[in-house]
């Protein structure tokens, strides 16, 4: 089973539109960490946002804001007021904290992605 | 700028050529990743470096063979590769093993083309 799960392969918005972003996981674990990537074309994997499962609250970083609804396994990216430059490939990951005491991966565990396409 | 670099971006190599693909990173970090990004693929995870120990080998084959030499620098050692390795091929680092907290700062990649 696929622990994240992004199931908006592509999304077009008009510019200045706030945009979410879906994911959900699945873990047992009761501590994790789930972040937020952008890939331009360039290729570069750029790290957005971070929300750590024990957080209490949303995690924000400028335009960028999680909806963090624990229960529902999900943690949504939120864009507001969208740019031309927020073009690209965006990744949802998860890194379970039991991997550490089960020797289990250390590196982060990707989705998919979803293509998001900004409009003028 | 990006903290951690690649090279090369691009590489285009025969079946039964040998190249290494070489990654840097500037951020004083301990851990570094090589990841495998294929088309319509979640990033996979191949091998994991701490202070130049290799923690991680997930199932990866052995004509990809990696180096850390130390912990500025990591290798990916290509020869007889398939055509089905050719991919975007992700370093990144972070601070250290073993908080589950930290995200990975990544490279831009190499686009290797296997013909």
């Known amino acids: 089973a696929q622990k994240i799960t992004q199931t908006q392969p592509g999304m077009f918005v008009q510019e200045k539109e706030a945009v979410t972003l879906d994911c959900t996981y699945d873990t047992s674990d009761p501590s994790y960490g789930l972040f937020w990537y952008k890939q331009p074309s360039s290729g570069e994997m750029i790290f957005l946002i971070y929300q750590g499962s024990y957080d209490q609250q949303n995690a924000t970083e400028g335009r960028y804001s999680l909806n963090f609804q624990k229960a529902r396994k999900s943690a949504n990216l939120v864009i507001s007021a969208s740019q031309l430059g927020d073009s690209a490939m965006y990744f949802c990951?998860?890194?379970?904290?039991?991997?550490?005491?089960?020797?289990?991966?250390?590196?982060?565990?990707f989705g998919k992605g979803t293509h998001l396409i900004i409009q003028p | 700028e990006t903290g951690v670099t690649q090279t090369p971006r691009h590489l285009v190599m025969g079946m039964t050529n040998k190249k290494s693909l070489k990654c840097e990173q500037h951020?004083?970090?301990?851990?570094m990743y090589w990841y495998k990004q294929s088309a319509k693929k979640p990033l996979e995870l191949m091998f994991v470096y701490s202070l130049e120990e290799r923690v991680e080998n997930n199932s990866v084959p052995s004509r990809f063979s990696p180096e850390c030499p130390n912990s500025s620098h990591l290798f990916l050692h290509l020869h007889t590769l398939q055509p089905e390795d050719s991919a975007l091929y992700l370093c990144?680092?972070?601070?250290?093993?073993?908080?589950?907290?930290?995200?990975?700062?990544f490279g831009n990649g190499t686009r290797l083309t296997v013909t």
């Open positions: 990951a998860m890194r379970e904290a039991t991997m550490y005491s089960g020797g289990g991966a250390d590196g982060l565990t």
């Open positions: 990144a680092s972070r601070p250290g093993v073993g908080s589950y907290n930290s995200p990975l700062h």
């Open positions: 951020l004083g970090h301990n851990a």
